[in-house]
């Protein structure tokens, strides 16, 4: 199974995949009826990491959900120009023999998420923050240049 999050099918600057057999018992792709096993059921929990995404009249703004995590567990990288990727991952947390379980609800595992960024974007100025578990990710719009217009005289 992909890492990539497969159910974002409205944002179309995104490239995420959507796979619409996903969750069928016979899987995607897959030529026969039978059940496939999947060992990433922890990974597919965490994958989905909700990030906002506006724009305002300086830069796209990217709010990223990552509660439990350090800045060193994220990493923001621009792949091919202007494909803003966001990675992370959330360990398991250790079990005792001892211990328990009467419920698990937390997830963990690893996320990706992509946008494609649009052309006005300045990717060499992109900067990340990370406060109280939301991850900020700014990256800045070459300002829009009006035109030159010269007058010509008109004559006769």
């Known amino acids: 199974m992909s890492l990539i999050r497969r159910s974002n099918v409205f944002d179309p600057f995104s490239l995420d995949l959507w796979d619409p057999f996903q969750g069928f018992p016979f899987g995607s ?3 026969s009826l039978f059940p ?7 990974t597919a929990a965490f994958a989905g990491a909700r990030i906002d995404w506006k724009e305002t009249p300086e830069a796209h703004v990217f709010k ?3 509660p439990g995590l350090k800045k060193e567990e994220v990493k923001v990288e621009v792949e091919d120009g202007n494909v803003l990727q966001i990675s992370g991952e ?5 079990e005792e023999k001892n211990d328990k379980w009467h419920r698990v609800e937390r997830s963990s595992g690893k996320f990706l998420r992509r946008f494609r960024l649009p052309e006005n ?6 900067k990340a923050s990370m406060e109280n578990g939301v991850l900020t990710v ?6 829009v240049k009006k035109p030159e217009v010269k007058p010509v005289q008109i004559t006769g």
């Open 29 to 31: 792709g897959s030529s």
């Open 36 to 42: 496939r096993i999947s060992s990433d059921s922890e």
């Open 64 to 66: 990223a959900d990552v």
């Open 90 to 94: 959330r360990n398991k947390e250790q």
């Open 121 to 126: 974007a300045k990717t060499e100025q992109i």
């Open 138 to 143: 700014t990256v800045p719009k070459e300002e």
